[in-house]
């Protein structure tokens, strides 16, 4: 495996627990439960997607980067419609480079990209 993988393979497990943890702090300080239950249940799969990682490396690296943009699209949405940088803002972004990390490693894996 070459570093590539390996950042985007890890990055999984990191965006994973900000995504979880976000959530969990989005019930916290606006009592919303959907921020909690989307939070826990994105985080969760992307958590998910990094132990299949660990096993089928396409496979993992393919549903972290399915399920990084379609938060990358949710974030978009929720940011156009709050015009708030924080927290649908910051995520949006974060999301966004998640993705394009995970692609990466896809490529690179693939052989693709070195």
């Known amino acids: ?29 606006a009592k919303s439960k959907v921020s909690l239950f989307s939070g826990l249940g994105s985080g969760i799969a992307l958590l998910v997607a990094w132990i299949v990682c660990r096993q089928a490396a396409m496979a993992g690296l393919g549903l972290a980067t399915l399920i990084a943009l379609v938060l990358f699209v949710v974030f ?10 924080m927290p649908a803002g910051l995520m949006m972004v974060f ?4 993705t394009v990390v995970f692609l990466l490693g896809l490529l690179a894996n693939g052989g693709v990209v070195t």
């Not at 495996?1 to 959530?23: D, H, P, R």
């Not at 999301?95 to 998640?98: L, P, Y």
Request: proline share 0%; net charge positive; glycine share 10%.
């Open 1 to 29: 495996m070459n570093n590539l993988f390996q950042i985007a393979t890890w990055s999984i497990l990191i965006y994973g627990l900000v995504v979880l943890l976000g959530g969990v702090m989005g019930y916290l300080k």
């Open 76 to 85: 978009i949405l929720r940011f156009l419609k709050t015009r708030a940088f």
């Open 95 to 98: 999301s966004f480079a998640a």
